[in-house]
């Protein structure tokens, strides 16, 4: 997520001493007010993949393709949809070994699946191992529609700014004009872990 940060530039109202005074420029207060919004993600993503060696190209496409049928459909039996899977990698290499190219062939194919949720991920993980995966990790966690939340945000370091301002306008002795300018300057944040898995 982005965590919002508002400057804000406010007027301060300069009284006129004497008539034979020039007429004053306005002076000003610039300040930042910042604010974090901690959001929990509703969506997950992972890959899980199969690495296969085999003396030919097709021997080796053969055996990919059975494993990484398998590590497919243990997910799908684990509440995974088919419109939650897609392919994200596959190679073909012939096999090297210090520098020298062995005889055979290495097929390496993976599926990222994206899907709402975040609490059964461990299982799923664990399914795709289970069913003859070599590799699983890169978990994201993230929010499907972050938006509402950084409008949120952008009003809270709002009104964190104007209580600064207003602040050290008091100390001065003067009083608060209004807003002269503002620009926000967000950056990026991270999110919340899932909950933990309730104990058995």
């Keep these: 997520m982005r965590i919002p ?3 804000l530039v406010f007027g301060l109202p300069v009284a006129v001493l004497a008539q034979t005074s020039p007429c004053p420029t306005r002076s000003t207060v610039s300040v930042s ?3 974090t919004v901690r959001l929990r993600p509703d969506r997950v993503s992972f890959t899980v993949g199969v690495e296969t060696d085999a003396p030919s190209v097709a021997q080796s496409f053969q055996q990919n393709n059975g ?10 039996k684990n509440g995974v949809a088919p419109n939650e899977i897609q392919t994200s990698n596959f190679y073909l290499a012939s096999r090297d070994e210090e520098g020298k190219k062995l005889s055979g062939y290495r ?4 599926v990222t699946v994206v899907r709402e949720g975040t609490s059964d991920v461990s299982g799923l993980l664990q399914a795709a191992v289970d069913a003859g ?3 699983a990790g890169n978990v994201r966690f ?3 529609d972050p938006k509402k939340s ?11 700014a104007r209580a600064k301002a207003e602040k050290l306008a008091a100390l001065s002795g003067r009083s608060l004009g209004e807003v002269v300018s503002v620009s926000d300057q967000s950056y990026g944040g991270g999110f919340l872990p899932p909950p933990p898995a309730p104990p058995p």
């Design 5 to 7: 940060v508002a400057v």
């Design 33 to 35: 007010g910042s604010s």
């Design 67 to 76: 494993k990484l049928n398998a590590v497919v459909n243990a997910l799908k």
């Design 107 to 110: 097929v390496s194919n993976s």
């Design 133 to 135: 995966a070599t590799e």
């Design 142 to 144: 993230f929010v499907a």
């Design 150 to 160: 950084q409008m949120r945000g952008i009003e809270l370091a709002f009104q964190d």
